[in-house]
């Protein structure tokens, strides 16, 4: 292969790359609960959905004064609405900017 056709093969294939859609990065912060009741239920939704995603827990719970890490994946932006359930009914929505957070805690008080 000559010098013209490699720089040919590699402007082409640098140029493939450009041209895929860039992925997105999934999005991680800590959730603690430093209630004296169990987390039973915690949903976030981006701002835009008219509906709750799944419970991110799923069958798991998060035990008071336990913390763990929560991924959002399939990049919809960076304004999420959050609903906690706790095993007592009670219930706290927020919102948040989950790409400016490391971390985010619910607190009694």
Do not use: H
Not at 52 to 71: F, H, K, N, P, R
């Amino acid at each position: 292969m000559t010098l013209t056709a490699l720089r040919s093969a590699t402007l082409a294939a640098a140029l493939a790359f450009a041209a895929l859609p860039a992925m997105a990065a999934d999005i991680s912060f800590v959730l603690s609960n430093e209630t004296s009741v169990v987390l039973t239920e915690f949903y976030a939704s981006p701002t835009s959905s008219e509906d709750w995603e799944d419970d991110i827990l799923g069958a798991e719970v998060l035990a008071a004064g336990d913390s763990g890490t929560v991924t959002i994946s399939d990049d919809r932006g960076c304004e999420y609405d959050i609903k906690a359930v706790f095993a007592d009914g009670d219930e706290i929505t927020d919102s948040v900017n989950i790409c400016e957070i490391q971390s985010y805690t619910f607190s009694e008080g």
